[in-house]
């Protein structure tokens, strides 16, 4: 959706047009695309407006002036009545107050790309599934309880697009050993449990939770936790020996896999099934927007791991073709690590020493000879973003679009240059996960970014339990005083405190 200009209206006897498109995005929850030479400044008579349907109103407010309107979804496209139609090349499209600069036939091209990428999310809507659990552990034999929350992206509203829930789990080999379907009521919420005595032994199990409509984006889509299954105490009620059985390579299930599924595909490439156990470790390069830029500045975030998949923190450092160390670079207890390098056109590799004290060596991906590098800053409350962009983009027409939840909230156009910074506000960006975006007039992606915005925190997002009840007793009831914002859903475990598994603060799980 196109970003809504956002002011107040006051009463007076007259009104501008531009008065009028605040009021009515405001109103009737639509985004106004429009002419840049379009004149906003006509004036027009108050009217009472109250239980109007839109078109009516527009064409009541039109009517007798030179402007006409074209409803699209969400948007409604403003343009004078000379031009034959919304879509003509000589259109100036004014985007959230940007204008799209440039000759007519790429303004054309980014319009429609810019287009394309508003309507996309309410055209084809996502949905998103939350399981809350009653517990961060289990034993075998014991019973798993959850609710779920499914939810619309494009309106973070409880879904209509859906009413079953799949819920499944699958063990250390990635196969289903028990899948579960729950019915999603109206207000997008499902109740549900599974029983864990089908499962093969202790051991860490994942749950899966997705609807039919989610497959549609593959199972990146999908909700996934990792649960850990301990082996059941050999005393009812006594959790104090954490146990999980040790599983060698050697007693493990063959692997079945489809050699032709895209995943195992991807796993093997990866290195992720391998019989090399000789205390390697694996690098995986992550570079910011993307790709790295030949002579551009560009900074690469790393993961650093050992057989095992346990984070690995050492020091190595990054050289060229001719030897010469461009970066060094520390990984710290999460295996994590940053670095700058400038690509200069030939093979960068990066070296550390593994467990066995012996240096291994990777190759950091390819850089290209076209595009641009991103940089984007967001820690304080202003997002500041670098564009630097190579020769063959000069002066070309570029734009560049702030999403969140698939909808675009700010867009922009510019002919590039060598540097470009932007800088956006805190009101122009929204809370949670936000996804920067450049885009040519081909509508190719050069360059992406995500970055999280935390939430403000609030008082109407906490809950205050209190009890009543003075003394516990056996099977006694325990009145509870939940104070929170109103008509709000919540879900609640009860549970013996004893078996929430409390890793490396007191008690430690031992492997068998």
């Known amino acids: 959706m196109l970003c809504c200009l956002t002011s107040s209206v006051g009463w007076s006897q007259t009104t501008t047009l531009f008065q009028e498109i605040l009021d009515m995005q405001k109103q009737y929850g639509v985004h106004f695309v429009y002419d840049a030479s379009l004149d906003t400044s006509i004036e027009f008579k108050c009217v009472k407006r109250n239980k109007v349907e839109l078109t009516k109103r527009l064409r009541d407010l039109l009517g007798g002036t030179n402007v006409e309107f074209k409803k699209r979804g969400k948007n409604v496209i403003l343009y004078e009545k000379e031009h034959e139609s919304p879509n003509a090349d000589c259109i100036n499209v004014q985007l959230k107050g940007v204008t799209v600069k440039g000759d007519s036939d790429s303004k054309t091209s980014l319009f429609r790309h810019l287009m394309k990428a508003t309507s996309f999310n309410e055209s084809y809507p996502q949905e998103k599934v939350y399981l809350h659990f009653d517990n961060t552990g289990y034993f075998e034999n014991e019973m798993m309880w959850f609710k779920a929350y499914v939810i619309r992206t494009d309106r973070q509203r409880a879904t209509d697009l859906s009413k079953v829930l799949y819920v499944e789990l699958l063990n250390n080999n990635g196969d289903v050993i028990k899948t579960t379907k729950w019915h999603i009521d109206s207000h997008g919420q499902a109740n549900g449990n599974m029983t864990l005595d089908s499962i093969l032994g202790s051991g860490f199990y994942e749950v899966r939770a997705y609807t039919r409509h989610m497959t549609n984006w593959g199972t990146n889509a999908c909700f996934s936790r990792v649960f850990p299954i301990f082996k059941k105490p050999a005393k009812d009620g006594d959790y104090s020996n954490l146990l999980i059985k040790k599983t060698s390579y050697k007693q493990r299930t063959p692997n079945f896999r489809d050699p032709s599924d895209t995943l195992y595909r991807h796993a093997i490439a990866n290195g992720y099934y391998t019989s090399n156990l000789e ?79 012996k240096h291994q060596f990777f190759t950091l991906p390819e850089a290209k000879t076209e595009g641009c590098a991103l940089r984007v800053d967001a820690i304080s409350d202003d997002m500041h973003a670098r564009i630097s962009c190579t020769d063959s983009l000069y002066g070309k027409m570029i734009a560049v679009m702030l999403s969140n939840n698939g909808n675009v909230v700010y867009c922009d156009t510019m002919t590039a240059v060598p540097e470009i910074d932007i800088e956006l506000s805190r009101e122009q960006q929204k809370e949670g996960v936000n996804q920067f975006t450049i885009i040519d007039c081909r509508g190719k992606v050069l360059a992406e970014r995500l970055f999280f915005i935390c939430p403000k925190p609030s008082a109407q997002d906490s809950i205050q339990i209190t009890s009543s009840t003075q003394k516990l007793m056996p099977c006694g009831k325990v009145e509870l005083e939940l104070n929170g914002k109103p008509n709000s859903s919540i879900s609640l475990s009860a549970i013996d405190a004893a078996t929430i598994p409390q890793f490396g603060i007191r008690k430690v799980f031992a492997l068998r």
């Open 279 to 357: 205390k390697t470790i694996s690098v995986r390069f992550y570079p910011e927007g993307g790709n790295m830029i030949v002579g551009k500045k560009c900074r690469m975030a790393m993961l650093c791991v050992d057989d095992n998949g346990r984070a690995y923190s050492g020091d190595g450092y990054v050289t060229n073709s001719e030897g010469d160390v461009l970066a060094v670079v520390h990984t710290d207890s999460l295996g994590r690590g940053v670095f700058d390098v400038t690509p200069d056109g030939g093979e960068l590799r990066f070296q550390m020493k593994n467990l066995k004290d």
